[in-house]
């Protein structure tokens, strides 16, 4: 299979949607690198359900709003690729770590402003220019977007104006890395019952009530709806897609 030895490194995979695309890759023959931030043993049974499904997996401590530290991540990463998997190269960057945010521009403060940039754009950009000498060519980068950069919904606009900084910057991202034969592309999630934002959809009935409303296929998203696209994204089906942004939301507010 030509997809056994590639590898992928997921941000933020240790629960949520990243943990259902670290599965999902390993499902697919790819093996994993998983970051998290703060939930090391969430992240070590990921690790361990990858290596029981018979791929290869390691996990690594990384906060993607502290783009200081992308140095010293460039180089453990260095080492984990050489001890666990006898490489030296990755294939696929999956930015996918992130957190919610949500306030009404009148009370949305600096430091939370700052904390969104660094995490969901700024940090994004830079661990890919720091990741960038690491990476394979023909490989790919997948940006994790939000359904929020197409449907304005009040209390978003921070998070969603980083995250629409974010799919300009994956166009850039294909067009500037296409001599290296490396693929750039964005998906946008939709609505997730996840623990995301303090379960921010999750714990509120009214809510999912009227995001099942406006969802063509009549209810919220779970993980497991989205993380079967950045598989197909980081194999050979995909290889003429770049650029592109793939909304993942059961057709919302069409």
Not at 21 to 42: F, H, P
Not at 61 to 71: A, E, H
Not at 168 to 188: D, F, H, M, P, S
Not at 214 to 232: M, S
């Amino acid at each position: 299979m030509e997809q056994i030895n590639k590898i992928a490194l997921v941000t933020g995979g240790s629960r949520g949607l990243g943990k259902d695309m670290a599965l999902r890759l390993a499902e697919k023959g790819l093996d994993v690198i998983l970051t998290y931030n703060s939930q090391a043993d969430d992240a070590q049974n990921v690790v361990a359900q990858i290596q029981q499904s018979g791929q290869k997996a390691a996990t690594l401590q990384l906060n993607t709003g502290d783009i200081k530290s992308f140095v010293s991540f460039a180089s453990q990463l260095q080492g984990v690729l050489q001890h666990t998997f006898e490489a030296t190269h990755f294939d696929f960057l999956v930015n996918n770590a992130g957190i919610g945010g949500y306030a009404p521009i009148a009370d949305v403060t600096e430091d939370m402003f700052d904390e969104l940039l660094n995490i969901h754009f700024k940090g994004v950009y830079f661990l890919t220019q720091k990741m960038l000498p690491l990476m394979n060519n023909g490989g790919g980068i997948v940006n994790v977007s939000s359904g929020l950069t197409r449907i304005a919904v009040p209390g978003s606009s921070a998070y969603a104006s980083m995250k629409g900084a974010t799919e300009i910057l994956t166009r850039y991202q294909a067009k500037e890395l296409g001599a290296r034969g490396i693929r750039a592309n964005v998906i946008a999630p939709g609505a997730v019952l996840t623990d995301f934002g303090g379960g921010h959809l999750r714990n509120d009935e009214q809510l999912k009530q009227y995001i099942s409303n406006v969802t063509a296929l009549g209810r919220p998203g779970v993980a497991e709806d989205i993380g079967g696209v950045v598989p197909f994204l980081c194999t050979e089906d995909a290889r003429w897609v770049n650029g592109q942004r793939i909304e993942v939301s059961g057709g919302m507010q069409l």
